[in-house]
């Protein structure tokens, strides 16, 4: 059983930025953040290999965000830049038991109680 916590979430004005933390109770193989705004389905942000070698991220955020981890520390981070109203959003990360890289909520065993992103216009 691997335990995640996230946090860094918050209120900013858009075009501002924000970096989530994810922790991990120990090492994760693929790593992805997930978001939920109201009234929304759950959507996939970004997923990283257990390297870091390798990321992906949805088209709405590419060259605003960025995903990266750190082993040392069982930590996930996801660098939210040019922030946008719409970017507002409960954060989840979440881990796979496996190596591949996944945009499918389904393939992540273990999930974080979420941080809340407020972004105002």
């Known amino acids: 059983q691997v335990q995640l916590v996230e946090s860094g979430g918050g209120l900013v004005q858009a075009g501002g930025s924000l970096r989530l933390s994810c922790a991990a109770s120990?090492?994760?193989?693929?790593m992805g953040w997930f978001r939920q705004a109201p009234g929304r389905e759950r959507e996939f942000v970004a997923a990283?290999?257990?390297?870091?070698?390798?990321?992906y991220s949805t088209d709405s955020v590419k060259g605003r965000f960025t995903i990266s981890r750190d082993n040392a520390k069982n930590t996930v981070y996801l660098q939210m830049n040019s922030l946008k109203p719409e970017d507002t959003a409960v954060y989840h990360c979440?881990?796979?038991?496996?190596?591949?890289?996944?945009?499918?909520?389904?393939?992540?065993?273990?999930w974080g109680q979420g941080t809340h992103v407020t972004v105002s216009s």
């Open positions: 120990a090492f994760t193989f693929t």
């Open positions: 979440a881990a796979a038991t496996y190596g591949r890289l996944s945009v499918n909520s389904y393939e992540y065993r273990y």
């Open positions: 990283i290999s257990w390297s870091g070698n390798s990321t």
